[in-house]
């Protein structure tokens, strides 16, 4: 089974820290996603990764960035925590290919973190 | 556009009863829609899905119905069960890039 394990599952951090959320896939899958979910508003994609070293912004990249330094791991960073940024965060890989491949994404556990 | 509501549209149904969650799409040259499903406490996971140039496409229990002139997009639950009680989100793919979108979900509740 395909697995995506992200390091924690609750998380509460100060304002103005500097926050790492990590995830580790197993399935050697080339892309790697982070997305946040909040209530009414769906997931929304902060950042992905179709390769090693390779990131492209998602739809809200703004307080984020991202780090692919291998191809199993996927890091988010926030690099001062803010408020709104409290949210649940969920990891996700899918492997490259047509069709079905390109679509089925394998989610994580998500974390929820809570910036105070 | 993106939806601002706070409150997940909500669907009740009977056990045993057919489901059917809608959706509308906004990019006119996605490659795939997609239906996931997230149970409480746990990620999305992936029900099915349909490439743009197909207009139905069945699974176990599952049927998803795209309509591309309105920009409509449905999943139909056959026999509805307390397990089907979750979230369910449909998402679009756009052409050329890897990335995938979600719509802002709707949360079924079965009935039994």
């Known amino acids: 089974d395909v697995k995506v394990t992200q390091s924690s599952r609750y998380l509460v951090k100060r304002t103005g820290e500097k926050v790492f959320l990590e995830c580790v896939q197993d399935?050697?899958?080339?892309?790697m996603f982070w997305y946040r979910q909040d209530p009414g508003l769906g997931l929304r994609l902060i950042y992905f990764?179709?390769?090693?070293?390779?990131?492209e912004k998602g739809d809200i990249p703004e307080g984020y960035s991202v780090s692919r330094e291998k191809k199993e791991r996927f890091s988010l960073i926030l690099e001062s925590a803010s408020t709104n940024q409290t949210s649940m965060y969920l990891c996700?890989?899918?492997?490259?290919?047509?069709?079905?491949?390109?679509?089925?994404?394998?989610f994580g556990q998500g974390t929820r973190l809570t910036v105070v | 556009g993106e939806s601002v509501g706070l409150h997940l549209p909500t669907l009740s149904v009977q056990e045993g009863d057919n489901s059917i969650i809608n959706c509308a799409y906004s990019?006119?040259?996605?490659?795939?829609f997609i239906w996931y499903k997230q149970e409480s406490g746990k990620g999305p996971q992936f029900i099915i899905d349909?490439?743009?140039?197909?207009d139905k496409r069945q699974g176990q229990r599952v049927t998803v119905l795209l309509n591309k002139t309105v920009k409509h997009l449905s999943l139909q639950i056959a026999a509805t069960q307390p397990g089907d009680s979750a979230v369910y989100f449909c998402?679009?793919?756009?052409?050329?890039?890897?990335?995938?979108?979600f719509g802002t979900g709707t949360k079924l509740q079965v009935i039994p």
């Open positions: 996700a890989s899918s492997p490259l290919g047509e069709g079905t491949a390109e679509t089925e994404a394998f």
């Open positions: 399935m050697d899958h080339e892309n």
């Open positions: 990764s179709y390769d090693v070293k390779m990131k």
């Open positions: 990019n006119s040259a996605s490659d795939y």
């Open positions: 349909i490439r743009s140039n197909m």
């Open positions: 998402a679009e793919k756009g052409g050329g890039y890897q990335k995938v979108t």
